[in-house]
């Protein structure tokens, strides 16, 4: 039977709400302001210096007739399936490779990591130059074997694509350093228990070891989705969103439209990748069953 607090622990309460009191005024004024502002906004016509004009639902029909919008949501969902499957996957995989200490994982780990400490923008720069058609390291290794080789990969489509996905693909170290959290968590025993039933191998990986990361794994899903869902200085840095609209995203397009002082439907821009965050949020909890204990 639950015991109800006593008249000492509820004076406590006073204290604990005392000192939460400040992160609730700090959440408020940063956070669900901007938030409501941002939803009410999204519904007028707004230049940024004069007062909004109602304008109902014509900053997201506008959107949706847009070529722009309904190509940067089409690179959105095959970043996002990329992401959750071979950025997510190559995570976890080098974290399962570190957990079994092979020779040279240490140095493996730490040359692993260490690019990862590089801003998403630095990179940008760098790749550029590892990109580029004239100097660029990529062409000249191809060139060596085939002279006439030209292609300028943030300028060219399809290219353009593929060479923005190369720029955060495999810098997973987020992913690696939860899910190898999880695999270090668990019991001992359970592995041993494991091996003495004949679980080797492989089917202690996909029977044990999997099923007890599955927290971990859905939270690098949920990150590398709405990094996504964000991804701004990749694109900004490299291809501005081009050829044409090929590497377009709804933060490049939110960022013009805030530049061509069209804050109302900048706004709107925002609260639709909002709303996606959510969704990814909820189905992920759902597909992974993250409110449910492994132990």
């Known amino acids: ?36 502002q941002v939803f009410v906004t999204s519904f007028t016509s707004w230049d940024g210096f004069n007062s909004p004009k109602f304008n109902g639902l014509n900053n997201y029909i506008n959107l949706f007739k847009g070529d722009a ?27 399962f490779i570190l957990y079994n200490k092979p ?10 990591m260490v690019p990862n400490v590089i801003s998403a923008a630095a990179w940008a720069m760098i790749y550029r130059f590892i990109f580029n058609n004239d100097f660029g390291v990529l062409n000249r290794i191809i060139r060596f074997f085939n002279p006439d080789f030209n292609v300028s990969w ?7 694509f593929w060479s923005i996905t190369l720029t955060w693909l495999f810098y997973a170290v987020i992913v690696t350093l939860v899910v190898l959290g999880d695999l270090m968590n668990i019991p001992q025993e359970w592995i041993e228990a494991a091996k003495i039933d004949g679980a080797e191998g492989w089917k202690l990986v996909k029977y044990i070891q999997l099923p007890l990361c599955r927290n971990a794994i859905g939270t690098s899903v949920i990150c590398s989705l709405t990094a996504r869902i964000t991804m701004y200085e990749q694109i900004s840095l490299t291809t501005a969103g081009g050829p ?18 069209r804050y109302g439907r900048a706004n709107a821009i925002g609260v639709i990748m909002f ?20 132990y």
């Open 154 to 160: 943030f300028y060219s489509s399809p290219w353009a």
């Open 103 to 112: 020779v040279g994982w240490r140095f493996t780990r730490a040359v692993f």
């Open 275 to 294: 709303i996606i965050g959510l969704i990814v949020l909820a189905v992920i909890n759902k597909a992974f069953r993250m409110n449910e204990s492994d």
């Open 1 to 36: 039977m639950r015991r109800k607090p006593g008249w000492q622990e509820r004076k406590n309460y006073k204290w604990i709400y005392l000192f939460l009191l400040p992160t609730v005024i700090i959440f408020l004024m940063f956070y669900m302001v901007p938030i409501i």
């Open 244 to 261: 044409g609209d090929d590497t377009m995203s709804l933060s490049i397009l939110l960022v013009n439209n805030l530049m061509d002082y």
């Open 69 to 95: 919008f309904l190509i940067s949501l089409k690179n959105l969902l095959a970043w996002g399936l990329i992401a959750m499957t071979l950025h997510v996957g190559f995570g976890t995989l080098v974290a």
